[in-house]
T-cell receptor, first 114, second 113 residues
Framework: KAGVTQTPRYLIKTRGQQVTLSCSPI?????VSWYQQTPGQGLQFLFE???????NKGNFPGRFSGRQFSNSRSEMNVSTLELGDSALYLC?????????????FGEGSRLTVL | QQPVQSPQAVILREGEDAVINCSSS?????VHWYRQKHGEAPVFLMI?????EQKGHDKISASFNEKKQQSSLYLTASQLSYSGTYFC??????????????FGQGTTLQVKP
């Protein structure tokens, strides 16, 4: 069974630009959650999508948005990038048959904002 | 509010035991434990549900004290492969069984030969 795939793995942007990150969950999983990981703040929950609907939302500004497609693939977008947005963005899939609560994380997309 | 983990870091020799604690100020539905090695994705270790029993596999086990909203992860007879950063993730009643977890700041564990 293929794992969670995130693209791109690395990217560099400049302040003011926008970025779109993609996540393909494990086949059969309907939930995709996004997390931001930084050395200072640790792992912080951004939002979760389930069956194309946002089910949970964290405390991030409106510049951070996401969506989920009918095949469960998800994208997150960050507009008007700031230096503080530099982070590892992790997506996690869950909710397949026999859901146990386990989140399966991808290897992340490392964003650097210059 | 973020759960508090302690200690922040621990160094062990192979074969020694360690305990990592996770404390929340909120009433919890579940506590999850993950381990992340440098440059890798976090990997699920176990989940403890409200009203559930202590869990464990191999030499790693955990407990959940509902009265205190505290969980502890026990690593016995540590191996080099146990090195990494351990995170507890908590879910409240409203977000139980979803992908929303609030993670602690992490505990870095280093096992030396």
């Amino acid at each position: 069974k293929a794992g969670v795939t995130q693209t791109p793995r690395y990217l560099i942007k400049t302040r003011g630009q926008q970025v779109t990150l993609s996540c393909s969950p494990i086949s059969g999983h309907r939930s995709v959650s996004w997390y931001q990981q930084t050395p200072g703040q640790g792992l912080q929950f951004l939002f979760e999508y389930f069956s194309e609907t946002q089910r949970n939302k964290g405390n991030f500004p409106g510049r951070f948005s996401g969506r989920q497609f009918s095949n469960s693939r998800s994208e997150m977008n960050v507009s008007t990038l700031e230096l503080g947005d530099s982070a590892l963005y992790l997506c996690a899939s869950s909710g397949g048959q026999g859901f146990t609560g386990e989140l399966f994380f991808g290897e992340g997309s490392r964003l650097t904002v210059l | 509010q973020q759960p508090v983990q302690s200690p922040q870091a621990v160094i062990l020799r192979e074969g020694e035991d360690a305990v990592i604690n996770c404390s929340s100020s909120k009433a919890l539905y579940s506590v999850h434990w993950y381990r992340q090695k440098h440059g890798e994705a976090p990997v699920f270790l176990m989940i403890l549900l409200k009203g559930g029993e202590q869990k464990g596999h191999d030499k790693i086990s955990a407990s959940f004290n509902e009265k205190k909203q505290q969980s502890s992860l026990y690593l016995t007879a540590s191996q080099l492969s146990y090195s990494g950063t351990y995170f507890c993730g908590t879910a409240t009643e409203g977000s139980g069984n979803t992908g929303k977890l609030i993670f602690g700041q992490g505990t870095t564990l280093q096992v030396k030969p």
